[in-house]
């Protein structure tokens, strides 16, 4: 007996039964995509996390948790407890070793996305990814203090264009009772997407949120003291605090002093935290679920299999003529189990194989519309080491699986059994 | 045909060369079963053609499934080609039954997935000798036996499925033939044809057998057709020894 035989016997076999096989590989084959699918977003997801800033180096503001900060400053999760004073800002930019300093100041809010105010630097600094650079993908950024510059996401869930004018609220929330339309702002650019919470920012000038808060001292308008907005453009409109501000060091050596030297501060309480180290945190507490849903794929690929195995053994009883047509042409017990095994994992590596296609396929079809409509960033890469494992596996299963046939056969192939066919060999 | 093959084996067990079957005192008991089935004794010389009769439950199927090797009878002797059965493993007996006996069985005897020349080419796959006996091109071999026994060409790219009873038959006839084994075990081919394309299966069959050398041993209820031998034996019921 030669193994070629064997593979030709397989090969000739699932080729006659491809219509009920079909079916079988087909359910594998959406099952171990899914496998494959939740491992390969797991992998991505992670990684779009851990980049959703990148080239920062320092995060400042008022004292608190490393975790609290990183969340409102980022990720537009939650409040701060206090704010930095504007003077104290300006002594951080004369301090030599920064080399480039963001301010950012929260607190208002557009149909529920948060309303950052900051100037030019934002656009200029602010990197995600492998230190990809912020882009508008129309208009340009904003230049007059009533103009407004959107994320990606926000002027797609709105539907607004170049020139449309937005009206902010007072305050965080998605619905606010307090609205600031005697001041109404024109969007002025888009940003492209990112597959960052900067998708899901509205952007003024801290002038413009100066502007709109003039009389507002109170937390509500004093009437008569809240300012037109045709006068706005005319008085100072410095802050006075801001929230937070991103940081870049100049020689990152001096990361860790400067830090410290912040955390320090005399003049007033501040943190300064490493987005790299926050971001690790953070994902230790988000990244727990994402096992579990691994897990119950794992399961489903492990009810695909036996669906396999089902199908397989029920064939078997079917095949006890050709069996015993093989056998009586001088082919071995071993030869009729190998072609069991070959057939199981040939079937389980198809499907494997086949699955590896579709992932791709699905994913370089739908990678573009995922971005631009959901603001999801995954990229199309070769699969990790992880992924080739788990790919490797099925077939590894379905050899495994295929055991049972095989054994089956094996010992009625050694049983004194009937002559021919017309007698019951299945046992 | 192939002196050279023949005369190794020959030699080496020279007292049966002029045997292809030699059996004494073979019975056969399955297991869990009282009944013993106890069978005459058989001496069938090379090229000589054999007509075993007997009606249902005599036992012609158990004793073609010994001589084939696929059952092992712990009593008796059981010579097939200069090799004694009783004493081979399983995997021996798998490798004599490739190599020097082609099976026809009653019917279902093709596998389901491969056409009628794949199914005809089956014993050259399964065993290098044959293969080697069918010459140059087995599939020029299989082709020739098939035309001989008057399968019409179109059907050697069939399925067993779109092929009829007697069609099935005649690629079971080819198969058994290829490679010119020394002994052919035939299971009631015949069962299910007409009587007119019983006789001319059973004349093809022995004419092609005579061509290759190899002898033939028929089993079958039907007394009409041991015209076509010169040699007959008959199973009766009484032969089952109760202990």
């Known amino acids: 007996m030669r193994p070629s035989v064997a593979f030709f016997l397989a090969g000739a076999s699932l080729w006659h039964r491809r219509r009920v096989l079909a079916l079988v590989t087909l359910t594998l084959t959406l099952s171990v995509t899914l496998l494959l699918g939740v491992q390969y977003l797991r992998t991505e997801v992670r990684q779009t996390f851990n980049s959703t800033v990148s080239g920062t180096d320092l995060i400042i503001g008022a004292r608190s948790g490393e975790l609290n900060l990183l969340l409102y400053s980022i990720f537009h999760i939650g409040n701060a407890t206090n704010n930095i004073r504007w003077s104290t800002f300006q002594k951080l930019e004369e301090d030599s070793r920064i080399d480039w300093l963001v301010p950012l100041s929260l607190g208002d809010s557009y149909r529920g996305y948060r309303v950052v105010g900051t100037d030019e630097r934002f656009l200029n600094h602010y990197q995600y990814g492998d230190d990809r650079d912020l882009a508008l993908d129309r208009g340009r950024w904003f230049d007059d203090v009533f103009e407004v510059v959107l994320g990606a996401e926000v002027a797609r869930a709105m539907d607004h264009a170049i020139a449309d004018e937005v009206v902010l609220s007072h305050g965080g929330g998605r619905t606010s009772f307090l609205d600031h339309d005697r001041h109404p702002f024109t969007v002025s650019g888009i940003l492209a997407p990112t597959g960052t919470p900067v998708d899901r920012g509205v952007y003024v000038s801290l002038q413009g949120l100066e502007a709109i808060h003039v009389g507002w001292e109170s937390g509500v308008p004093s009437p008569g003291r809240t300012l037109p907005a045709g006068k706005a453009r005319e008085v100072e409109l410095t802050p006075t605090h801001i929230t937070a501000a991103l940081a870049g060091i100049e020689r990152q050596i001096l990361t860790f002093q400067v830090q410290r030297h912040i955390n320090q501060m005399d003049t007033e309480p501040l943190s300064a935290i490493l987005p790299g180290v926050a971001l690790s945190q953070l994902w230790q507490v988000l990244g727990q679920f994402e096992s579990v849903l691994l897990g119950i794929t794992v399961f489903v690929v492990l009810t695909s299999l036996a669906g396999l195995i089902t199908v397989l053994l029920t064939l078997q009883s079917h095949r006890h003529q050709e069996i015993a047509v093989l056998r009586a042409n001088g082919a071995t017990p071993l030869l009729i189990a190998a072609l069991y095994l070959m057939e199981c994992s040939g079937l389980a590596l198809l499907s494997a194989v086949l699955a590896t296609l579709l992932w791709y396929a699905g994913l370089g079809m739908l990678a573009p519309w995922l971005l631009s409509e959901w603001g999801l960033a995954i990229s199309l890469r070769p699969p990790t080491g992880i992924e080739w494992l788990m790919l490797a596996s099925v077939p590894i299963a379905g050899l495994l699986v295929g055991m049972l046939p095989a054994v089956r056969a094996w010992r009625l192939g050694n049983r004194p059994s009937g002559w021919g066919a017309a007698r019951d060999m299945t046992g | ?243």
């Not at chain 2, 299989?142 to 019409?152: D, E, F, T």
């Not at chain 2, 790219?157 to 005649?170: C, F, H, M």
Request: hydrophobic residues 40%.
């Open chain 2, 1 to 243: 045909m192939s002196q050279h093959t023949d005369m190794t084996s020959d030699t080496a067990t020279s007292s049966h060369a002029d045997t292809v079957i030699l059996t004494r005192d073979l019975c056969w008991q399955w297991p869990g079963q009282a009944a013993r089935l106890r069978f005459p004794d058989i001496t069938l010389p090379p090229g000589e053609h054999l007509f075993i009769r007997g009606a249902s439950g005599t036992g012609k199927s158990t004793l073609l499934s010994l001589l084939s090797g696929m059952n092992r009878s712990m009593t008796g002797t059981l010579t097939v080609h200069g090799q004694e059965l009783t004493q081979l493993s399983g995997g021996a007996r798998d490798r004599l039954r490739a190599d020097r006996i082609g099976v026809i069985f009653q019917q279902f005897n093709l596998v389901p997935y491969l056409d009628t020349l794949g199914n005809v080419l089956l014993p050259c796959h399964l065993s290098a000798h044959r293969r080697h006996q069918a010459g140059d091109s087995p599939p020029a071999a299989a082709r020739r036996l098939l035309a001989a026994l008057g399968l019409p060409e179109e059907c050697l790219g069939r399925k067993p499925a779109r092929l009829s009873t007697g069609q099935q038959q005649r690629v079971a006839a080819a198969r058994a033939l290829i490679g010119s084994p020394d002994l052919i075990l035939a299971d009631e081919p015949t069962s299910a044809l007409d009587t007119l394309n019983r006789d001319r299966f059973v004349r093809l069959l022995l004419d092609q057998a005579a061509n290759s050398g190899s002898s033939v041993v028929f089993v079958s209820h039907d007394p009409a057709l041991a015209g076509h031998f010169e040699r007959h034996l008959e199973l009766t019921p009484t032969m089952g020894d109760q202990p």
